[in-house]
């Protein structure tokens, strides 16, 4: 009751349309004077819901107007739009109000804290529409999806399923997502992946171990993409890393397994 209690007390900072899109940056109460900003694409009636976890430290420092001055060329923040107009309610999810600042969400994507935030955020969208609430994270953000989906049952609260691109198989410095607790998760998991990252923690090569990892989910899939082009750091946004180039076909991929009966 107190969660609903603060959801209704939520925020509205601005609504706007955009091709009969209804657009809205809404602060979300989260935790005891903790707020978690998102922006809101939302189509008409749409078929399931999908919040959007960019990498690197997940610092978008989101504007009330909607505009986002950090992260904005992100594989998944770039192609918001896109997963909007396969009838999907796109959620971007920016950094708490309490991490407005370096390091963001670095060293925070893996605790009780993060946890709260996204399972407030994925309660206010079970308040607007009866449509499955799916995570999408992408490099880094994958650590914060499969995370929550290890911690957070959908009988609890969590998602109806996951979906991780570019993830984070192999990495010294914290915990990649198949050394995770896996056997945990009991949704569905689709994993998109570029066949030539060589990002050093997202190599293609790793990606088999997360797939023998993952042997609870009533449904697996692994999507493998191929072309586009790549520039610069290979584990940036405009490389293969972040499908630059292949925006288009990643998403209704993505969304097509989504929305699949």
């Given amino acids: 009751m107190k969660l609903l209690r603060s959801l209704t007390a939520l925020l509205l900072l601005g609504v706007s349309t955009a091709q009969g899109q209804a657009l809205q940056t809404v602060d979300v109460p989260s935790r005891p004077g903790v707020t978690q900003r998102i922006l809101v694409i939302k189509p008409d009636r749409p078929q399931a819901a999908v919040v959007l976890f960019a990498g690197g430290d997940g610092g978008l420092t989101l504007s009330a107007d909607g505009s986002i001055p950090k992260l904005a060329g992100n594989f998944l923040v770039r192609s918001r739009q896109l997963f909007a107009e396969q009838g999907l309610l796109t959620v971007v999810i920016d950094a708490p ?141 405009r490389a293969h890393h972040g499908f630059n180039g292949i925006e288009p076909d990643v998403v209704s991929r993505i969304a097509a397994w989504i929305t699949a009966r």
């Fill in 97 to 237: 109000s309490d991490k407005q600042s370096y390091p963001y969400l670095s060293g925070s994507r893996q605790t009780a804290e993060h946890v709260a935030d996204v399972k407030a955020v994925i309660a206010w969208l079970r308040q607007q529409v009866t449509v499955p609430v799916w995570l999408i994270g992408t490099s880094r953000g994958t650590q914060s999806v499969a995370h929550v989906a290890t911690q957070l049952p959908r009988a609890d609260g969590g998602p109806d399923g996951i979906v991780l691109t570019a993830t984070v198989v192999n990495d010294p410095r914290s915990r990649a997502v198949p050394d995770m607790a896996l056997e945990r998760i009991r949704i569905p998991v689709l994993i998109a992946h570029h066949r030539d990252d060589t990002c050093r923690v997202c190599r293609f090569s790793d990606v088999p171990r997360l797939m023998e990892r993952l042997t609870t989910p009533p449904r697996k899939e692994l999507l493998v993409f191929d072309g586009g082009i790549s520039e610069g750091d290979p584990c940036q946004a």
